[in-house]
């Protein structure tokens, strides 16, 4: 098995961590969310034309209407290909008949197609508190689970995974001028689900890890557990996005939102996972006197010891079988053809005869 060792570029994958909490931070918050009306309350008006019109074109006649900043999408409905989705903070009975007659002399309205719906603003500010009540909870949840499951330690790291792929997912809406819908929201959370439980799984397979591996450092331990857990990871992965691609392409409007954001959250759970949690964890654990012992091992090893020093280190202590030391060129003052007396008694013992000392001569036998 081959495995390449990417905790060696550690600092250069939390580089890129680095780079997508400033994307989230401008997109988020100097850029802004486009929050639909179930948090901010308002009316959404769903409408499919015969004849085929730009989002502009549709906006224009929205705007001469006398609604105030209308946010216009030009969607796939259930009765027409053609069909545009009006959301506005406020927009009454009046303006409403205004925008489908004008719609309905310019473009034709098809029959049936006509949908509106209208959020209060109290209902909206529910929502927003419930979705981050429901965010928070998971978070607390995913932290305690690790925490008893793992250790601290590995809590934050996951924690850190889940921010980035959130942080993203939302810096993506963002920057595409997408409207954060409730089913955006249902996205975050099952995207916190899926990041956690690719981490937990390479996560589980470093523990094991580090029960058979004494003398590795911690980097090339969690090198050997992503080699294993990453095939495993890529083709779950690949078996999400399918599905996911088809409801992009075929499915309605609620439907495509929560698509996208999960498509998002897949693909950077999968990276979060080994490019962020992992040498987060590392750079961590590295910290501990074990670990780092094994660190300075290797890089002093690395570093190129005097030979001396490591032949002293190595060689080892032997003692003739007379009781003397050996000489310091390491080699016993015998004769080569002479075997030494650690051999003789060997063989004596062998065949179950006491041991001759060496150079003793053997009695004669007495002569007939």
């Known amino acids: 098995m081959r495995v390449f060792h990417f905790m060696r570029y550690k600092w250069w994958f939390l580089g890129s961590l ?24 308002g009316v959404r008006m769903q409408v499919g034309l015969e004849s085929p019109a730009s989002v502009e074109e549709v ?15 030009s969607v796939t409905g259930a009765s027409a290909t053609n069909s545009f989705m009006i959301t506005a903070e406020s927009m009454d009975e009046a ?9 309905q002399s310019k473009y034709g309205v098809t029959e049936g197609s006509l949908g509106v719906e209208t959020v209060g603003a109290s209902f909206g500010r529910e929502t927003t508190n419930r979705a981050f009540i429901a965010v928070a909870i998971a978070v607390v949840v995913i932290i305690g689970y690790l925490s008893f499951r793992f250790e601290p330690k590995f809590a934050i790291p996951a924690i850190v995974a889940l921010i980035h792929d959130v942080g993203l997912t939302l810096g993506i809406y963002a920057a595409d001028n997408r409207l954060v819908t409730s089913a955006t929201v249902a996205a975050i959370l099952t995207i916190l689900g899926y990041s956690v439980h690719d981490t937990i799984i ?14 590795e450092t911690y980097g090339d ?30 499915g309605g409007p609620t439907l495509k939102d929560f698509a996208f954001a999960l498509t998002i959250g897949t693909i950077t759970g999968t990276y979060s996972s080994f490019f962020v949690a992992c040498p987060m964890l ?26 001396e020093d490591q032949g002293a280190a ?12 050996m000489g310091a ?4 003052p015998t004769s080569p053809r002479q075997p030494s007396g650690a051999k003789v008694a060997t063989k004596a013992t062998k065949k179950g005869k006491p041991a001759r000392r060496q150079g003793a001569k053997s009695p004669k036998r007495p002569t007939r």
């Not at 906006?59 to 999408?73: F, H, I, K, L, Y």
């Not at 060129?329 to 016993?332: E, L």
């Open 18 to 41: 680095t780079a997508v909490t400033v994307f989230a931070f401008v997109t988020v918050f100097i850029i802004g969310l486009d929050l639909g009306i179930d948090f901010v309350g």
């Open 59 to 73: 906006r224009s006649v929205v705007r001469a209407a006398g609604v105030q900043e209308p946010v216009v999408q």
């Open 95 to 103: 303006q409403q008949k205004a925008i489908v007659n004008s719609l």
């Open 202 to 215: 390479v996560f589980d397979r470093i523990r094991e890890n580090t029960q058979f591996m004494k003398k």
């Open 221 to 250: 331990m969690v090198d050997l557990s992503i080699r294993q857990t990453m095939v495993r990871s890529i083709n779950t992965t690949i078996c999400l996005l399918l599905p996911l691609l088809a409801i992009l392409i075929f």
């Open 282 to 307: 590392v750079i961590w654990k590295e910290r501990e006197p074990r670990y780092r012992k094994r660190l300075l091992q290797v890089e002093t090893g690395a570093g190129g010891d005097s030979g």
């Open 314 to 325: 190595r060689a080892p202590v032997a003692v003739l079988a007379s009781g003397e030391p």
């Open 329 to 332: 060129t390491g080699t016993a």
